[in-house]
């Protein structure tokens, strides 16, 4: 019987590049996404929104059921906001919770017995370098993400000695299709398409693809790392994170100047345009 992996969010991006890697290794990969058509390209395909109890509860009793307990589960379904603080809404605040925190504890909690279960076993939960990036303009996103580290850091402690390992795997600029369905707060509906562009071409210019990050974590199930950044960029500000906290909430302030204005300009000054 083969091993089982969970991956949720495996329709595009890191989750698709993750499940792509752990079918490699011979696993069975139930994909979970909203998007179930696409996650079957690469694994048995599951509809579901991690942000909802309920139905996360029932896609894990259908694993067992079906497939049998899991060895492997990675919570790495995730949405992003951008913009100022002030400019986030309540709903804006209850969908990213919902989705990238609450989505990894529903994980956790419905499918972490299941794991302890068979005695051995590993959970990755993706987080981001945001976790410990402040910066201006990711308050909601950065604030999610950081629950995701310290849930991490605190599971793995509580699972120590049960045979399951727990990591965090924080990628930083990567390319994926989270820039395109992003939300910009405080913009008007044009603006915000001009900015889903623009980071998406900046991301597909300069970032490295999904497969970094989806190495990444199989080097954190396979060396049971606790947490582990992804790009130059990730461990350069886990690394100043850790060193100097004061230099990074100087960081933070920076930025008065809109930076999607100094992105264009850079497109523009590369002879890339930014139409």
């Not at 100097?244 to 850079?266: I, K, Y």
Request: glycine share 12%.
């Amino acid at each position: 019987m083969a091993v089982v992996a969970v991956v949720t969010g495996a329709a595009s991006g890191i989750g698709r590049a993750t499940a792509l890697a752990l079918g490699a290794r011979g696993l069975k990969v139930i994909c979970a996404d909203l998007d179930a058509d696409r996650a079957g390209e690469v694994g048995v395909p599951y509809a579901v929104d991690v942000g909802d109890a309920e139905a996360m509860e029932r896609f894990a009793a259908w694993v067992l059921a079906e497939h049998g307990a899991p060895a492997i589960l990675v919570n790495n379904a995730g949405v992003g906001i951008g913009g100022s603080f002030f400019d986030h809404t309540v709903a804006d605040w209850r969908r990213i919770v919902d989705v990238n925190l609450m989505g990894v504890v529903h994980g956790c909690l419905f499918f972490g017995p299941q794991l302890t279960g068979r005695g051995r076993g590993h959970i990755v939960n993706v987080a981001s370098a945001a976790a410990f990036t402040p910066t201006r303009m990711l308050p909601a996103y950065g604030a999610t993400k950081a629950g995701v580290l310290m849930l991490s850091e605190s599971l793995r402690a509580e699972l120590a000695g049960t045979g399951v390992g727990v990591s965090a795997v924080c990628p930083g600029f990567v390319a994926t299709g989270i820039y395109r369905a992003a939300r910009h707060a405080g913009v008007e509906a044009a603006e915000e398409s001009r900015r889903r562009e623009l980071t998406e071409r900046l991301a597909g210019r300069w970032a490295p693809g999904p497969e970094v990050a989806a190495r990444a974590i199989i080097r954190a199930i396979e060396r049971d790392r606790p947490v582990v950044p992804v790009t130059a960029g990730a461990w350069g500000a886990y690394a100043l994170s850790r060193i100097s906290p004061a230099a990074m909430r100087r960081l933070a302030r920076l930025g008065g100047e809109d930076p999607f204005r100094v992105v264009e300009r850079l497109f523009r000054s590369r002879g890339a345009g930014a139409e």
